[in-house]
């Protein structure tokens, strides 16, 4: 059976484009756009704005997410059919479409929708629980799309 290794590779730069945006994002974007008061002299933001902002930037990644989510379902689904069954690509597979689709179907548009609401939403126990299950959620995203990446790489060289 004769591998496509175009398909191969752009998968594995899906995974890998897609593992680096979640960690800017969490890592960099995240961070600065909060901290505004350490980078902004004339112009402060304040938390509720900061929070819109980023949550605009989520809702724009969900669209990479859902291509993700798609990409990894039909790839994974045809190497199962083709033979190819791993438990550690089977599960972080199955940890990638589930934890993508609760960031961006689940925890976004609730947040969001919170965020519409005003201020006094986003200071509730309610949204401080969401978005802590958000944050949880896009981290298990991370190390399931580390962990798919790689063990994809490894059947590929042992192939």
């Given at each position: 059976m004769k591998r496509n290794i175009y398909i191969d590779f752009s998968y594995l730069a899906l995974l890998a484009?897609?593992?680096g945006a979640v960690i800017v994002l969490?890592?960099?974007?995240?961070p600065t756009i909060f901290n505004t008061n350490e980078i902004l002299y004339s112009v402060l933001i304040d938390n509720f704005n900061a929070g819109i902002i980023m949550g605009e930037i989520f809702h724009r990644f969900s669209y990479w997410v859902y291509l993700v989510v798609i990409f990894v379902a039909a790839y994974e689904f045809i190497m199962y059919k083709k033979g190819q069954r791993d438990a550690i690509i089977f599960g972080s597979s199955v940890t990638v479409v589930f934890s993508?689709?609760?960031?961006?179907a689940i925890y976004s548009p609730k947040i969001l929708a919170m965020q519409r609401l005003g201020v006094e939403a986003t200071q509730s126990d309610t949204f401080r629980n969401i978005h802590m299950a958000s944050e949880f959620d896009?981290?298990?995203?991370?190390i399931a799309l580390l962990i798919l990446f790689i063990r994809r790489l490894m059947l590929l060289?042992?192939?």
């Open positions: 484009s897609t593992f969490g890592a960099v974007v995240a993508a689709l609760m960031f961006s896009f981290k298990i995203l991370a060289k042992i192939q």
